[in-house]
T-cell receptor, first 115, second 112 residues
Framework: AQSVAQPEDQVNVAEGNPLTVKCTYS??????LFWYVQYPNRGLQFLLK??????LVKGSYGFEAEFNKSQTSFHLKKPSALVSDSALYFC?????????????FGTGTLLAVQP | DGGITQSPKYLFRKEGQNVTLSCEQN?????MYWYRQDPGQGLRLIYY???????QKGDIAEGYSVSREKKESFPLTVTSAQKNPTAFYLC???????????FGQGTRLTVV
């Protein structure tokens, strides 16, 4: 079965510092991996994805993520955090070889950036 | 504007009543999904549909029903059998062979 783990309920970082939000996954086939961001009482916005190719993928708002197959991880990173980055972040996975394209989500990590 | 529209944004239900949440998309996507979001539990899949007139149960389908009579529409009914319906409900769509899903703005359902 597919699953995603986000081990940190909350990450605190000072503005201007680098940030990392962790994600590990389990999938039987080739993983398709995603990061989404959610602001209060809003839907999810797509940030970036890994399907194949370079392990470092770049996405919206200066975010990037590194796919590590041996560690089954897909951590979200940003070199310099902004207060406006404060939000709830979700990692998601689907089985690239599966019969459906439904996404399985982690429990989310709340990112708090202090000024 | 292209996108996914959920309505209403807020919905209040009395115990024992059925309510229907609307989800419409004009992205020409074949696949549509309903997720439920509770604090600390992430998003859990209720139902999904990959083609008109066909849908499958997700992980927490009990107490919910859906229909897919049109490609653009995937309404979710929360029935009186759902014992704890208060939650934030998110609809999403995507292409069947595609990758990421696109989300609506959500409906917050509260039982009063």
């Amino acid at each position: 079965a597919q699953s995603v783990a986000q081990p940190e309920d909350q990450v605190n970082v000072a503005e201007g510092n680098p940030l990392t939000v962790k994600c590990t996954y389990s999938v039987s086939g080739n993983p398709y991996l995603f990061w989404y961001v959610q602001y209060p009482n809003r839907g999810l916005q797509f940030l970036l994805k890994y399907i194949t190719g370079d392990n470092l993928v770049k996405g919206s708002y200066g975010f990037e993520a590194e796919f590590n197959k041996s560690q089954t991880s897909f951590h979200l990173k940003k070199p310099s955090a902004l207060v406006s980055d404060s939000a709830l972040y979700f990692c998601a996975v689907r089985d690239g070889g599966g019969a459906t394209n439904k996404l399985i989500f982690g429990t989310g990590t709340l990112l708090a950036v202090q000024p | 504007d292209g996108g996914i529209t959920q309505s209403p944004k807020y919905l209040f239900r009395k115990e024992g009543q059925n309510v229907t949440l609307s989800c419409e998309q004009n992205l020409n996507h074949d696949a549509m999904y309903w997720y439920r979001q509770d604090p600390g539990q992430g998003l859990r899949l209720i139902y999904y549909s990959q083609i008109v007139n066909d849908f499958q149960k997700g992980d927490i389908a009990e107490g919910y029903s859906v229909s897919r009579e049109k490609k653009e529409s995937f309404p979710l009914t929360v029935t009186s059998a759902q014992k704890n319906p208060t939650a934030f409900y998110l609809c999403a769509s995507g292409t069947v062979r595609g990758t990421e899903a696109f989300f609506g703005q959500g409906t917050r359902l509260t039982v009063v």
